[in-house]
């Protein structure tokens, strides 16, 4: 995004990718503490893994909310990512994020709600049904990918934490611990990675709350264990791997809009009519695919969210 710096990550810290996928098939093979599809088909409570990454979810049922275009590939989404945490580069997650322990995990929910509480994964998991929604994400920089993301609405979560009247805004925070996360050592952005919402888009029906990607729980590098996707705003709006959800009174400060305020804006709504100052927002190149296509408003999704933002400029509010 705003930054242009080369990843100067020391050699060692990166773990080759053979190595990376065998740990994977070693975790697959070990099985998780949380009730899920086994290969024995028991679906039973089997000892906690250290990690989550590859571990299959139940079928699920697929949103009549989902786009109806073809979903880019696993390796697509996997190995191109933004994930400032683990380095600026879009191979970087997919190389670094191995190092994140995902189990255990808390979410808390906290601030302006009647029962702030602190979720652990395993009851996030089973709070509401996880069904599939396949969204399009348009990121910032001009490039989008369609992906199939298991979740439930935001909503749920929200609900049942009872918002005051003083909740207007919802802060999301992500992890930013830098045994695990190698870019946080670094001030390339202000740690933790902060993003926020108004409280209506958050109660949303297409805001998910995001735990699975492809039918298993969401790898590493896509922000696991637990992450929000905002399909009609810029990618950015996304924050990975969260540990807190806070509601507050007042618009929060986010971290890119922090970073550079005349670039990104609190809304970030995908607008093909407001250009990046640096860039044209008209097109997007969707990988996979080779020239562009028109960027569409709020990212395809207007008829679902254009009344959000009814009497507003849209040009103001970026
Ligand atoms: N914590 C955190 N969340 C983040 C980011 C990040 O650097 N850190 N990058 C954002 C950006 S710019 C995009 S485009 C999406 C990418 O999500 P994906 O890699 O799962 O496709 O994640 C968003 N969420
Ligand atoms: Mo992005």
Known sequence: MLIRQKPD?????ITPRHLFEG????I???GVG??????TGAGILLRPAPALAGTKLPALRRSPLSATEAANSQADITSYNNFYEFGTGKEDP???AHTLRTRPWTLAIEGEVKHAKVYDLDELLKLAPLEERIYRLRCVEGWSMVIPWAGYPLSELIRRAEPTGRAHFVEFISAADPEQMPGVRRPVLEWPYAEGLRLDEAMHPLALLTLGLYGEVLPNQNGAPVRVTLPWKYGFKSAKSLVKIRLVERQPRTTWSSAAPREYG????VNPQVDHPRWSQARERRIGELGKRATLPFNGYADQVAALYTGMDLRANF
């Open 9 to 13: 990550i020391a050699a060692s810290e």
């Open 23 to 26: 740990r994977r098939d070693f």
């Open 28 to 30: 697959r093979a070990a």
């Open 34 to 39: 949380i009730a899920l599809a086994s290969a």
């Open 94 to 96: 997919g190389q670094n």
């Open 266 to 269: 609190f809304y970030s709504n």
